[in-house]
């Protein structure tokens, strides 16, 4: 979402310097100055990126050391302020959902004063990172010298998502699937989400606003959609015709169950940012769904494969199962 927050600023007139590492080069404005280097030389490059000093410095990364540190918090004494970057898997009902601290399932909407997780993030091994988001937010948010805004951000999606949330949708609708199979404990279960330019718009934001210092937000849709209710809103988007099959767990392939507490959802409340900096989105749903599948489609991920033969075989019992059912 880099690239989108910075063109955000551009346009509004800021000045922006973007400190990386130089491997590829993202089409930004020409008025963008760019400092090369890795993180790990960041305290030794920090007469450059001082020069002229920055009001506001924006950690996309946080979670990845920089000369043995939180980056933003090299500007202290620097810049006014930071804003960093974490997620809405800070709170508990995330534990809750992976099953990694155990209880009954947190209230929701979630807000910015949901409790959050006491334990190490129960997905950290799937990612390669060198903190937790809890972590991050413990070590930034207490500077009274470097006032640090956190945005709490949801799952995202649209183009140069890494993780293309959309993919396993877009790929089977586009090789013409007559059914896509889900979950039935998880057709109704909500998880809140966010397309890219509106996060990053919501980033930009935070960033300009003085009203901002210091204060934590929570970025989401404003709806959290079932993912019966996602697929569908995705098919309408592609202008796929086949059917959402909701099966029983025990029935699904085995590469498609997935062992989480369901009683758990992950419903997030965005209305403090829209209520103290006045945050909407600017994307339409179904121009970002249509986006983000234009881009699923020309930048699919390497080494993906589905089982159609096993999801065959589950349609199959199942039409069986109904049709006995029927003549019976």
Not at 3 to 26: C, I, K, N, S, Y
Not at 73 to 99: H, M, N, P
Not at 139 to 146: E, G, K, P, Q
Not at 176 to 181: D, E, K, S, T, V
Request: proline share 7%; charged share 30%; aromatic share 8%.
């Amino acid at each position: 979402m880099g690239p989108f927050v910075v063109r955000d600023l551009v346009a509004a007139g800021h000045a922006v310097t973007v400190f990386h590492r130089g491997e590829t080069e993202t089409e930004l404005p020409s008025s963008v100055r760019h400092v090369h280097g890795d993180f790990r030389e960041l305290e030794e490059r920090l007469p450059e990126l001082s020069d002229p000093a920055p009001d506001v410095v924006i950690d996309m990364v946080p979670y990845i050391a920089k000369s043995g540190g939180h980056g933003v918090l090299k500007f202290k004494g620097i810049a006014r302020r930071g804003l960093v970057v974490t997620s809405c898997d800070v709170y508990r009902a995330f534990a809750r959902f992976w099953r990694s601290e155990p209880g009954p399932p947190d209230a929701l909407p979630l807000t910015e004063e949901s409790p959050l997780r006491q334990k190490v993030a129960p997905d950290r091994g799937s990612i390669q990172v060198d903190f937790d988001n809890v972590e991050v937010e413990d070590a930034v948010f207490c500077h009274i010298d470097l006032p640090v805004t956190g945005l709490r951000l949801p799952a995202t999606y649209g183009p140069g998502d890494g993780q293309h949330r959309l993919y396993d949708l877009v790929r089977r609708m586009d090789d013409g699937r007559p059914a896509i199979l889900i979950d039935e404990r998880f057709a109704d279960w909500r998880w809140v989400r966010g397309y890219v330019e509106d996060v990053a718009a919501a980033i930009a934001l935070a960033a300009t606003d003085e009203r901002a210092k210091g204060r934590v937000y929570n970025v989401a849709q404003p709806e959290a959609y079932s993912e019966a209710q996602w697929a569908r809103m995705v098919a309408d988007a592609h202008g796929w015709q086949g059917e959402i099959v909701l099966m029983p767990h025990d029935d699904l392939p085995e590469s498609m169950r997935a062992d989480y507490d369901e009683r758990q959802e992950y419903v997030v409340s965005s209305q403090r940012i829209r209520d103290e900096l006045g945050f909407e989105e600017r994307v339409p749903l179904s121009e970002g769904l249509r986006r983000t599948i234009e881009w699923e489609r020309a930048n699919p991920p390497d080494g993906v494969s589905f089982d159609y033969a096993a999801e065959d075989e589950a349609l199959g019992r199942r039409n069986r199962a109904h049709g006995a059912e029927t003549h019976h």
